[in-house]
């Protein structure tokens, strides 16, 4: 399904593959963590011996869990069960055609882009984050580059953080003759916005590892830092909210624009 690429990948979650393929993200990003707990939070071992999983909190993959084994404990997954999945298109931005990992523990949401396909999900939220970004989606016209798809990343974990009741998870069990895993979302409601969370979020996943965002219309990069410090900085839409295709990734020593079209 993976090797047949955007199309291939699209098709099988029409026609009901939506569920494993949550399963699969789910395992990788239950592995990425749990391999944490080998990892000091310092190669200095004078700094302590505390490893990067002991700041975790354990019991927020509980429903990942859960959803991840299926396959052996026999539970079914009720479709208001998954979270949210996006499949979108990718170009290279430039670049040949590669693999992009990331994520983010405390909203579970998560990104992988292999050739001409990305996904992005909110593993526990009942597509509830999907829902909220759908607006926003329906503007993108073309295929992406792996930026835009990190921006992609960056709003829905975003407005994970902003959605004001949490889906419940339970599961029924009947006597041993059946398990589902069901969901209860809630509204849809999103709290106020922070900006300011955006933006550290943009920076970190979006404009860090050396990536200028040039030829965007700034007096300086001073300002450009401080708009995207702000969550005021986009690569996936221009000043007038169109979809910026073509966009292209620029190095510190490379003048090609990242967003140019």
Same mark, same amino acid.
């Given at each position: 399904?993976?090797?047949?690429?955007?199309? +291939?990948v699209?098709?099988?979650?029409r026609?009901?593959g939506?569920?494993?393929l949550? !399963?699969?993200?789910g395992?990788?990003?239950?592995?990425?963590?749990?391999?944490?707990? $080998?990892?000091?939070?310092?190669l /200095? #071992?004078?700094?302590?011996?505390?490893?990067?999983?002991d $700041?975790?909190?354990w019991?927020?993959l509980h429903?990942?869990h859960?959803v991840?084994?299926h396959?052996?404990t026999k @539970?079914?997954v009720?479709p208001?069960?998954?979270g949210s999945?996006?499949?979108l298109?990718?170009h290279?931005?430039?670049l040949?055609p590669?693999? /992009?990992?990331?994520d983010?523990?405390p909203t579970?949401a998560?990104?992988?882009?292999?050739? =001409?396909?990305?996904?992005? +999900?909110?593993l526990d939220d +009942?597509?509830?984050?999907a829902s909220c970004? %759908?607006?926003?989606?329906k503007?993108i016209?073309?295929?992406l580059s792996?930026?835009?798809?990190r921006?992609?990343?960056?709003?829905? #974990?975003?407005?994970r953080?902003?959605?004001?009741?949490r889906?419940?998870?339970?599961?029924?069990?009947?006597?041993g !003759?059946k @398990?589902?895993?069901? $969901?209860e979302?809630?509204s849809l409601?999103?709290l106020?916005? =922070?900006? *300011?969370?955006?933006?550290k979020?943009?920076h970190h %996943?979006?404009g860090g590892n050396?990536v200028?965002?040039?030829n965007?219309g700034?007096?300086s990069?001073e300002? #450009?830092?401080?708009l995207?410090?702000?969550?005021? !900085?986009s690569?996936? *839409?221009?000043a007038?909210?169109?979809?910026i295709?073509?966009?292209?990734? +620029? *190095?510190?020593? =490379?003048?090609?624009?990242i967003a140019g079209r």
């Open positions: 399904m993976v090797e047949g690429g955007y199309e +291939s699209v098709e099988f979650v026609h009901g939506g569920l494993w949550a !399963t699969w993200l395992l990788i990003f239950f592995k990425m963590h749990l391999r944490d707990n $080998a990892f000091r939070h310092s /200095d #071992a004078r700094e302590g011996v505390e490893k990067i999983g $700041a975790y909190e019991g927020l429903h990942v859960t991840i084994r396959f052996y @539970c079914e009720s208001e069960a998954i999945l996006i499949v298109p990718l290279g931005g430039g040949p590669a693999f /992009d990992y990331a983010n523990f579970q998560q990104l992988i882009g292999m050739g =001409d396909f990305g996904v992005v +999900s909110v +009942s597509s509830a984050a970004y %759908y607006d926003i989606l503007k016209d073309g295929s792996p930026l835009q798809l921006e992609v990343f960056v709003e829905v #974990a975003w407005l953080i902003h959605l004001k009741d889906t419940r998870f339970h599961t029924l069990w009947d006597r !003759t @398990c589902e895993i069901i $969901a979302r809630g409601v999103l106020p916005l =922070d900006f *300011f969370i955006r933006g979020m943009f %996943y979006v050396g200028k965002i040039l965007s700034f007096a990069s300002e #450009a830092d401080r995207m410090l702000e969550g005021r !900085t690569v996936l *839409f221009d007038e909210g169109y979809f295709k073509d966009s292209k990734i +620029s *190095f510190p020593d =490379d003048e090609s624009p």
